[in-house]
């Protein structure tokens, strides 16, 4: 069965330094693996997937992440946080050949002027 | 990106009626929509498959005759909370893939909050 662990409830960064929202994942193949965005009262916006390639994937508002299968982790990184990244951030991920798209818990994210 | 939207955004009812919710892809074609539940602080819970042109697919646990899912186009989905209560309020998401392709992005609707009194 696929599973995705956020092992943060929230991490507190300040502005200008980097941050890291840690993700680690389950899946029986070669999985899928995608992180959204939340904002308050808002749907999830897409910030980047890893399908294949390249371990290093880069996405919306600076945001990357790398793909680490040995330790099955897809860890999200900015180099220097805004005080405007402060929202809820899903790790999911999905199997290969199929749709179903499993959800982490979430990590809040608080960037600090 | 592509563009899902939902309707309303925000909708209180009393216990006992039926909420309809709207989910449309606006620039793009959707054969699959994929309808969650979202609780407080909590993560995502995929409530069920829309399938244009079939039945719907629900997930382990979820009551299809409460929660009622018609595709009716290849851009809308609907669903039906019928006689709601309160342990019913909810955020409720949609999102649609745009190619249909295990690959692809999904791209979720804003929400709708249901709030039933």
């Known amino acids: 069965a696929q599973s995705v662990a956020q092992p943060e409830d929230q991490v507190n960064v300040a502005e200008g330094n980097p941050l890291t929202v840690k993700c680690t994942y389950s899946?029986?193949?070669?999985?899928?693996l995608f992180w959204y965005v939340q904002y308050p009262n808002r749907g999830l916006q897409f910030l980047l997937k890893y399908i294949t390639g390249d371990n290093l994937v880069k996405g919306s508002y600076g945001f990357e992440a790398e793909f680490n299968k040995s330790q099955t982790s897809f860890h999200l990184k900015k180099p220097s946080a805004l005080v405007s990244d402060s929202a809820l951030y899903f790790c999911?991920?999905?199997?290969?050949?199929?749709?179903?798209?499993?959800f982490g818990a979430g990590t809040r994210l608080f960037v600090k002027a | 990106g592509a563009v899902v939207s939902q309707h309303p955004s925000r909708v209180i009812c009393k216990s006992g009626t039926s909420v309809k919710i709207e989910c449309r892809s606006l620039?793009?074609?959707?054969?699959?929509m994929f309808w969650y539940r979202q609780f407080p602080k909590q993560s995502l819970m995929l409530m069920a498959t829309s399938n244009e042109g079939s039945k719907a697919t629900y997930e382990q646990g979820v009551e299809k005759d409460k929660f009622l899912i018609n595709h009716a186009s290849l851009t809308l989905s609907t669903l039906t909370v019928t006689s709601a209560h309160p342990e019913d309020s909810s955020f409720y998401i949609c999102?649609?893939?745009?190619?249909?392709?295990?690959?692809?992005?999904?791209?979720f609707g804003p929400g709708t909050r249901l709030t039933v009194l």
């Open positions: 999102s649609a893939p745009t190619k249909g392709v295990s690959t692809d992005t999904q791209y």
């Open positions: 899946v029986s193949g070669n999985p899928y």
């Open positions: 999911a991920v999905r199997d290969t050949g199929g749709f179903k798209t499993i």
């Open positions: 620039d793009f074609q959707a054969t699959t």
